[in-house]
């Protein structure tokens, strides 16, 4: 089996250590929490710097800079760090819209000589662009199929997953609509499906829901961060119906007041806490159906911004993990084997 990376298709035997959900590049500028008060207004344009560190690591989305990863130097020296941790594959989570390009992926995955594979299909509503209003789900599942099929963006670099697929919260209806049409082109392509949900809701099901009724496989599908707010019975729920849940939030441990009305609303559980809800999983038995990253999407989660960068799953969470009793061919399971099964394709 194979899988389709930015340079073309390549044995899924070659993957090594995954981390199945990242952002290389990435622009949520749309996200950030606009403050009307004359200091806070003036804060969220600053440049990410020690200065504001402090108001980032509790609301990451304070500063507009924040929400941008756009720097190609920058992206391949952080890359660095994953690699020579051993790591060997980066899923590049980016859908169309946000910041996402496919020729840079393709050129820092020539000369770092990592994998990379790249994402298509939407994200939240509040990103939408080219027209997505007025497209039918045929219409958006075709174009999907095409990235996949063909390349993106004029391009001949195909994606290899589809994702992330972004959920508001309580779904929206432009949402629902990809939604379908990212199940109809799993079923076309054979591709796995990363979907963002709310973090505090538990959308996930009703997603589920919907999927199902394309005909997609539910084995294919992964629910993203399920380890800002665990609920491990909403864990098993979605477990026990055959997908794939991701701690993907390894990194974030912030909180952010429930009553703001952005894009984020709640306290993020901290590492030793997703450690530990993967252990008990583990002994559950669902240890086949779960995904671990670190979505990087911010710039202070960067070594160059005083952040833990794209190998902390490998230089810290796995001490950490070992640490909590969960052994290594475990872990070689959680970082290889599983994200292989997730991103093949026939
Ligand atoms: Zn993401």
């Known amino acids: 089996m194979s899988v389709i990376t930015v340079q073309g298709l390549k044995n899924e035997n070659d993957l090594g250590i995954i981390s199945p959900h990242e952002h290389i590049f990435i622009d949520i500028r749309n996200q950030a929490d606009i403050y009307t008060e004359a200091d806070k207004a003036a804060l969220s344009e600053e440049r990410v710097s020690i200065t504001n560190l402090g108001v980032l690591s509790r609301n990451p989305y304070a500063v507009k800079d924040n929400l941008v990863l756009n720097n190609v130097q920058l ?9 020579n ?7 590049d989570a980016t859908p169309k819209d946000i910041g996402r390009d496919p020729l ?35 219409e958006i599942s075709k174009k999907i199929e095409k990235e996949i099929l063909e390349g993106m963006d004029n391009t001949q670099i195909r994606a290899g997953v589809i994702g992330e697929i972004g959920l508001s919260k309580g779904i929206l209806d432009n ?64 477990c026990s119906r055959g997908a794939y849940i991701e701690f993907d939030n390894f990194g974030k441990e912030y909180y952010l007041s429930k009553k703001g ?80 099964k997730f991103l093949n394709i026939e």
């Open 175 to 238: 949402e629902k609509k990809v939604l379908k049409a990212a199940g109809i082109a799993q079923k076309e392509k054979g591709t796995g499906v990363l979907i963002h949900t709310y973090p505090w809701s538990r959308d996930g099901i009703k997603a589920l829901n919907i999927l199902e009724e394309t005909g997609c496989e539910i084995g294919k599908i992964c629910i993203c961060h399920i380890d800002i707010d665990i609920d491990l019975e909403y864990c098993i729920n979605l």
């Open 75 to 83: 992206a391949e020296k952080e890359l660095l760090y994953f690699k």
């Open 85 to 91: 941790m051993g790591g060997n594959t980066i899923v």
């Open 261 to 340: 009305d952005g894009f984020a609303g709640g306290a993020f559980a901290r590492d030793i806490e997703r450690v530990r809800a993967i252990k008990v999983l583990i002994n559950k038995g669902f240890i086949n159906n779960i995904l671990v990253s670190n979505d990087i999407c911010l710039k202070i989660l960067l070594h160059a911004y005083g952040g833990w960068g794209y190998d902390h799953i490998i230089t810290n969470i796995r001490p950490m993990m070992l640490d909590e009793g969960i052994s290594q061919e475990e872990i070689d399971l959680l970082y290889k084997e599983n994200p292989k």
């Open 104 to 138: 840079a992926l393709y050129r820092i995955s020539k000369s770092l000589d990592l994998n990379i594979i790249a994402g298509t299909g939407y994200y939240t509503q509040d990103t939408h662009c080219h027209g997505v209003n007025s497209l039918t789900t045929e």
